[in-house]
Every structure is written in C-alpha cells, then in structure tokens.
C-alpha cells in the first residue's frame, strides 16, 4: 500500500461513513480477530461498522469485544444485504479473492462501495480499489495493526483492540513458532501488550477450554493418521459417521493438522475431513521448508493459502480422495524427499 494510498484512505475516513467489515468463511482466529479490531478502530472515528460473516465461526473465538454483534451471512441474509448495497466502504479482511467468502461473494461483487483489501495470503484478485497485501506478514491482524500505526492512530489502540489483534497474531503464527514471525512481528505483540492484550489470558481462551468430545475427536483423529515414509508425508482422515460421534462443533478440528506435520522425518501433512452437509471433503494441508501446499492446493484441490498452510476441497467422496490424493505424491517425491 502506497503513501498516497494512505493519504487518500485517511481523507476517505474523515467524515462518518457506512463501513461493512468481511472475513473469509469458516473464518478462523486472524479472520475475527482482524475483522473485530478494525470495526473497534472505526467505531473511535464515529463510523457505522458492522461486521458481517459468511457463517458462524469457533466457540473459542466468541470471548472476543463485541463479538455477538457480528452478523452471520447464512442465517441474517436480508439485514446483510441491506448493510452491503448502502455501504460507502467495504472492507476485506484475510481473503484475497471474493470466492473465500463463500455465498456473500455475488452481493460483494455488486457492490458499489469502495473496497479496501487487507489480506496476507498469495495471488490476491484484483477486486479492490485499495489493496494492502503482504504475503511476507504473519497475520492480517499484524497488518491490521499497521493499517492503523499507518493511519497516525497507534495511540487510539485500546484493550479492546489490542485484545483482539493478539489473538489473531498468535493463532496464525502457531503461537510465534512459524517462519512468518519476525522480529517485527514480536515488536506489534509487545506493544499489544503494553496496550492492555492479557497474552494470559487469550491463550487460555483459545487452546486450554477443550470438551471432552473434542479431546474424543483428537483420539480418533490420531487413530486414522498415516504414515508415507517414501514421500515424507503424513495424513488423517476424519468420516461423518466419526464427527456426529463425538458432537462434532465448529472449531474442534483446528490444529489436528498439525500432529501429522509433527512426526519425525514428515514435511508434508494433510487432513480430510468429511462435510455431508455441503457434499464436499475439506482439506487442510501444512508443510515444512520450502514446500508449497499452496502451490499444490491451487494445483489439485481447488485452494490456496500460504506456503506453509493451505486449504482446498474435493467434490469426491472421502475414499476416493484420499486415494487421488497418494497418486498425486510420486510426481512430487523428488521435491518432498530434496526438502
């Protein structure tokens, strides 16, 4: 984002407008974290915002400031549509193409309003008349927080805001341990700190408030997880039938990827989770080094992301894809076992 885009953004906003404020769907802890700390922000400038969901995110997410009075896409169409065709200004946050946000995407598309993109991840669409991506950033809640320092308004960061931009930071930089934290990244946490963000606190909110059917869930997820030595690969399957056995809820599934990406001498790891419901496998792929699930996803599974994080989706049935998906590996063996 350039200089004079800033200037133009900062004239924009100087004068109360009607802002909606948009996450990708399923959105996870950057997407709300991000989404709610720029909706704190404008409310200090006298803006109407309203944040608007495609659908419902975590319950792990929902000790957030203000986070009830995010409006869900799926269940609140006619108010969202509404707030979308009168909006002076829409904000996108952590998606980079309108597709993310799942049936939004036509209402956004139509949309009159000046779009401003905030967003980290690779191959951004060219949808919005100010786009500020960065896929050298942790997080879009750290380039939330730069948006605003950028703006001359690091002195209107409060608790609430801070709060927010935290948990979005730590849970897409894996608690600090990713390659995309940087030094930066710890001096943005730091001053969160400083400005109230109880680091405490939000971890206990996000990863220590476990059901009991979820720790049940994780069991039989470890259960299904299998081992491709001669690709460096691991992978976990979850059915239908294993989600309703344990009262599957949204949210309980995040970071399961990871136990795969865990095991010793594995660079690759998927997991495939089975959506009766939408008639789709959604897949979440992580990988170490230089490998790009990213690249891969955009490749075979209809998805994207990061180098090291992607997501995608499959339209076959949960054997069948998990099967496409091993005869896949041979044509990358020599990248993964190069690694």
Request: proline share 3%; hydrophobic share 35%; glycine share 6%.
């Amino acid at each position: 984002m350039t200089k004079d885009d800033i200037k133009k953004i900062k004239q924009l906003l100087e004068t109360p407008k009607q802002i909606v404020i948009v996450p990708h769907k399923n959105p996870d802890g950057d997407a709300i974290g991000s989404t709610l700390g720029l909706y704190h922000y404008l409310l200090k400038h006298n803006h109407k915002a309203t944040v608007i969901s495609p659908n419902d995110f975590p319950d792990f997410l929902k000790w957030m400031p203000e986070e009830s009075k995010i409006l869900k896409y799926d269940s609140q169409k006619e108010q969202s549509d509404n707030l979308i065709n009168t909006a002076d200004i829409v904000f996108t946050l952590d998606f980079n193409v309108l597709n993310r946000a799942g049936d939004m995407e036509d209402a956004l598309s139509k949309s009159e309003a000046i779009k401003i993109m905030i967003d980290h991840h690779q191959q951004p669409d060219a949808y919005a008349t100010y786009m500020y991506s960065d896929v050298n950033m942790s997080s879009t809640c750290e380039m939330v927080y730069n948006f605003i320092d950028m703006l001359g308004d690091n002195n209107l960061i409060d608790v609430d805001i801070a709060s927010c931009l935290y948990a979005g930071i730590m849970t897409d930089t894996g608690s600090f341990r990713f390659p995309s934290t940087t030094s930066k990244t710890h001096l943005v946490v730091a001053d969160l700190i400083d400005k109230g963000a109880n680091h405490s606190d939000i971890h206990n909110q996000i990863f220590d408030t476990n059901s009991y059917e979820r720790m049940q869930l994780l069991g039989c997820a470890l259960t299904n997880l299998k081992v491709l030595p001669e690709y460096r690969t691991a992978f976990i399957t979850l059915s239908q039938e294993e989600l309703n056995k344990f009262n599957f809820k949204k949210g309980d599934t995040e970071g399961f990827v990871n136990y795969a990406l865990s095991l010793n001498n594995i660079i690759f790891a998927a997991i495939f989770i089975e959506d009766s419901q939408n008639n789709i496998i959604k897949i979440s792929l992580r990988s170490k080094g230089h490998f790009s699930v990213n690249e891969f996803s955009r490749a075979h599974f209809e998805g994207g992301g990061h180098t090291n994080a992607a997501g995608g989706k499959s339209n076959l049935d949960l054997k069948t894809t998990v099967e496409n998906f091993i005869s896949i590996l041979p044509s990358y063996k020599n990248a993964l076992n190069n690694e």
